[in-house]
């Protein structure tokens, strides 16, 4: 399998084909069931009312609750798989690899080779208990301006503890991430995190604060790099050029608090690729319950498609300016 | 005493959002001006591409001499904006070196041979991509431009600026000299 991946993945233990099948005989199952289904959670509504007549609340209650179970678990199904289906039609009009299942194995991998990215950097509050992992992943290319890119994108999962007083949760927390590579003139590597209020701190004491023309840019990131020299911030700036700057504080204005997320958008920038991280999935869910949500429409698969050109269009444009860079 | 420390506690917190309020005012300036210099920097490299582009296109096209002669006239006029800070004059200057170059384009179509020049395409290509930087740039600066304008104007800052006396900013607006 050609694929391009930033990390060495051993992609025997990815288990395309048999994924694909589950994710299609699931699909069936449900095409099969759904009138049944439905049925069931008419009949266990109406029961609830039968128990009611017979003076009997506590089952009244039950049903009740059950009934509405029973609609939310159907309701999630169709939306997650009809996520699936929509990426896999993308994915075969694309001729892309496709991978929908969950993989704590792809991120134990790139939480080595990016760990301040994907593994510190939303680490604080997480939970020991549950293991992150990456879903609905693509590796591919993608043609732009006569050049041809390489690219893997997918959902990065984690989960965080909650905690007041005595209350204790676990909260998912869902970011996507694009990765394309691209061969830059940048020595080591530095990254653009969202602004917060613990980024300004560390940027106050550690003095990693780069100042860009953009106002609505230094507003917006803040940076991180490991060698704190003259040199590196030099060659930081030679990156940032206003088309870079406008295209980056595009970016975060389209991608920055659409979703509740630890990292916010994210870019990190290497010799051999960049990392895009942004808050919630790549395809966010579609609202529908109809048995006729299942069936992807060519407006579907364009939502999905228009999110991924966003990227491709970032990438081709800093792949431009960044090559560009000795002009 | 308590009405002491009352008039103490606001008239500090007046004083300190004076101070902040100051102190913006000072960093959202030096930002218009930081961002003006990356203009600046922009006209600058183009200005250095221009004189090479248009020696080679003069070897073709040797009876295009009024327009050489108004590059090079706009040209130093750019650079001499650029001295003074001047920037109602740099946009209308910059605009019809924007245009001469374009016209310039069109004369290199007519010539083939000039058309398969890789000094020619290269040079093109770099002056390309220094007008998408230019015009970046622009954004830029017009963006933090009217940021500080806003900030002078909302109130109350517009009141406290009568006792700090920041000037309003010029827009870069291109404008058409013809």
């Known amino acids: 399998m050609s694929v391009w991946s930033p990390v060495e993945i051993d992609f025997s233990k990815i288990s395309f084909e048999e994924d694909i099948a589950s994710l299609k005989k699931k699909e069936s199952f449900i095409k099969r069931y759904y009138y049944g289904f439905i049925a069931g959670i008419i009949v266990v509504l109406m029961s609830s009312f039968l128990w009611l007549a017979i003076n009997q609340f506590p089952f009244f209650i039950l049903f009740i609750i059950l009934s509405f179970f029973l609609f939310v678990w159907l309701h999630a199904s169709i939306l997650s798989l009809k996520k699936g289906l929509i990426k896999l039609k993308v994915a075969e009009k694309n001729k892309w690899v496709y991978s929908p299942a969950r993989s704590t194995y792809l991120f134990s991998l790139f939480s080595q080779r990016f760990k301040r990215f994907f593994y510190e950097e939303t680490s604080t509050l997480r939970s020991r208990r549950y293991t992150p992992f990456f879903e609905h992943v693509f590796w591919g290319a993608f043609d732009k301006q006569t050049n041809s890119y390489d690219f893997m994108a997918g959902d990065f999962n984690y989960y965080v503890e909650r905690s007041s007083g005595k209350d204790r949760s676990i909260v998912r927390y869902t970011d996507h991430f694009f990765i394309v590579r691209m061969r830059t003139d940048i020595k080591g590597e530095f990254r653009l995190y969202s602004k917060n209020i613990a980024s300004r701190i560390t940027n106050f004491f550690f003095k990693q604060n780069i100042v860009t023309e953009s106002i609505d840019f230094n507003n917006s990131f803040s940076f991180s790099y490991q060698n704190n020299d003259s040199e590196t911030k030099v060659d930081i700036m030679s990156v940032l050029s206003p088309v870079v700057i406008e295209d980056l504080v595009s970016f975060y204005k389209v991608k920055a608090g659409t979703a509740r997320s630890m990292g916010g958008a994210r870019i990190l920038f290497e010799q051999e690729c960049i990392v895009f991280t942004a808050p919630g999935s790549l395809l966010p869910n579609k609202k529908g319950l109809r048995l006729s949500s299942l069936d992807v429409s060519e407006e579907d698969t364009a939502v999905m498609q228009d999110r991924l050109d966003l990227f491709f269009e970032l990438a081709s444009k800093l792949s431009t300016s960044l090559t560009n860079s000795e002009y | ?178």
């Open chain 2, 1 to 178: 005493m308590e009405t002491v420390y009352l008039v103490f506690s606001v008239l500090a917190a007046f004083l300190l959002y004076l101070l902040f309020t100051y102190n913006s005012f000072v960093r959202l300036r030096n930002q218009v001006f930081n961002s003006f210099s990356g203009i600046d920097v922009q006209l600058k490299k183009r200005n250095d591409v221009l004189p090479n582009l248009v020696t080679i296109v003069q070897s073709y096209a040797k009876h295009e001499q009024s327009l050489f002669q108004s590059i090079a006239k706009t040209r130093s006029e750019v650079y001499s904006c650029l001295e003074k800070k001047d920037i109602s004059t740099l946009s209308s200057q910059d605009m019809a070196l924007s245009k001469h170059v374009t016209s310039l384009f069109a004369v290199a179509e007519g010539y083939p041979e000039l058309q398969a020049s890789q000094q020619f395409l290269s040079l093109q290509k770099q002056l390309v991509h220094l007008e998408n930087q230019i015009a970046a740039s622009r954004r830029i600066y017009n963006s933090n431009v009217t940021l500080f304008n806003s900030q002078l104007q909302i109130f109350p800052n517009n009141v406290l600026n009568k006792l700090f006396g920041f000037q309003e900013q010029n827009l870069y607006v291109l404008e058409d000299q013809s």
